[in-house]
């Protein structure tokens, strides 16, 4: 279905809890998350995307997301501050992968 899908969902779940999208942040590793990041929220692909989304993001209008430098759950901590939705430091990510 076209309505099916991570970016109908995540407006769905936006609209539910009454979010708006200056509130809202989603994060990408992968090319199944583009259609989430193309939403009117803000926007974060992590450093250690895979590389269909880097290239998907590398097409994009500069400015649409942030392009995060820092890998894993430290890469969503990098977009939250950038977007002013967290002044919080990262939590260090042990055991996190390569």
């Not at 894993?72 to 996190?96: C, H, T, V």
Request: hydrophobic share 35%; with cysteine.
């Amino acid at each position: 279905s076209t309505r099916a899908g991570k970016g109908h969902a995540t407006l769905w779940v936006r609209g539910l809890l009454g979010f708006g999208p200056r509130n809202t942040m989603v994060a990408g590793d992968s090319g199944n998350d583009i259609a989430m990041l193309e939403t009117d929220c803000g926007g974060v692909v992590v450093g250690n995307c895979k590389p269909e989304l880097r290239q998907w993001a590398d097409a994009q209008p500069e400015g649409h997301f942030i392009m995060s430098s820092a890998h894993f759950s430290n890469g969503i901590w990098d977009g939250l501050r950038q977007l002013g939705l967290s002044n919080e430091p990262p939590i260090e990510a042990q055991g996190q992968g390569p």
